[in-house]
Structure formats: structure tokens, C-alpha cells
């Protein structure tokens, strides 16, 4: 089934052809190349997303529909705060935008094993970033968590030849145990 049918199917979401798995420490190089054709975020080099499946496989996922993949979500958990799952980078390619895809990501990382004792979700959000802030309150909505956002980022802490955007922290909690 082609990505176009798939965009023009309105049932998507009620079958099984949506599935969520944990990365892969091989995933590496799938998850640069959706990112890159994904567009509009930030592009990292291959190895950071290598070493992000090597590192962090187990809070990381790829979703797939009709084993086509998708997109991705790359997480880890704070070293000093277990609890807290940071979501690093989530992409959807474009033939698969607008079909709830993302959500279904979050929903599916957060019952990944590597994610069963996360009680709080965190990541930074540009102002002008309205889908990824849409996305993130859609999902702390369906979690029936509570969103906090805070200042994260100035754009004045990016070096003056590497400039960026403000960018927000959002805070997802609670995060309710998986029974």
C-alpha cells in the first residue's frame, strides 16, 4: 500500500497497520535518514544517531505502518532523575503527517519497557514550532497529565556562529504506571 493511499484512508488508526517498536542499536542510520527527509528539524550528524540507538535503543522507537517506517522518537532517561524521560528528537516523514502518526509514537514509548518506571516527560519546543507544541499537549491531554512550560533555552546560549531559537521546556506529569 503506497503512502498516498495510505494519507486517503480515514481507518488508519483503527487497524493494526500502525505499529511502535523499540529501536534498534542498527537503527542508526534509518532514523538519520528519516530525519533528513523528514525536513524541518534539526538534522544531526550519523553518528549522533547511531550512538542515540547504541545508547539509548530501549527508550528510543520507530513507528511503522504496514512495516513501511514512519518516523521516530529518540529519548533517554536523565541520568540523575531516572524518572524523567527526555525526548530528544521525534520525526514523522511528510506522506505520513496529519494521520496522528506522532501521537501514536509517544503513546507506544511510553509502554516500551525501558520506559516503565518514567513518571514525568520532558523536551524543549521552539515558539514557532506549533505542530511539535500541538503534539505534546495532544499527548499530556491523552495521558490526563498536566503541561508545564518553562523557560528552557535563550537564544542567546547558542554560540554567535551557531544561532538558535528560544526554546521552551515542556514538563509532562504524572505519567501513570503501565499495570
Not at 1 to 25: F, Q, W
Amino acid at each position: 500500500m503506497s503512502a498516498a493511499m495510505i494519507k486517503d484512508s480515514e481507518a488508519l488508526l483503527d487497524k493494526d497497520g500502525v505499529a511502535v517498536r523499540t529501536a534498534l542499536e542498527s537503527d542508526g542510520a534509518l532514523l538519520w535518514e528519516i530525519a533528513r527527509d523528514a525536513k524541518g528539524i534539526d538534522l544531526n550528524s550519523p553518528y549522533a544517531y547511531m550512538m542515540m540507538c547504541q545508547n539509548f535503543c530501549d527508550t528510543s522507537a520507530v513507528v511503522e505502518v504496514y512495516g513501511q517506517p514512519a518516523g521516530f522518537v529518540t529519548a533517554y532517561r536523565l541520568p540523575k532523575r531516572p524518572q524523567v524521560l527526555f525526548v530528544w528528537q521525534i520525526a514523522v516523514l511528510p506522506e505520513f503527517r496529519g494521520l496522528g502518526i506522532g501521537q501514536r509514537l509517544l503513546d507506544g514509548l511510553v509502554t516500551l519497557p525501558g520506559c516503565a518506571t518514567v513518571r514525568t516527560m520532558e523536551t524543549t519546543v521552539t515558539p514557532s514550532n506549533g505542530a511539535s507544541e500541538a503534539l505534546f499537549r495532544g499527548f499530556a491531554k491523552t495521558q490526563g497529565a498536566c503541561l508545564d512550560i518553562r523557560e528552557g533555552f535563550a537564544s542567546t546560549d547558542f554560540p554567535d556562529d551557531a544561532p538558535g531559537d528560544a526554546e521552551r521546556l515542556f514538563v509532562i506529569h504524572p505519567l501513570h504506571p503501565i499495570d
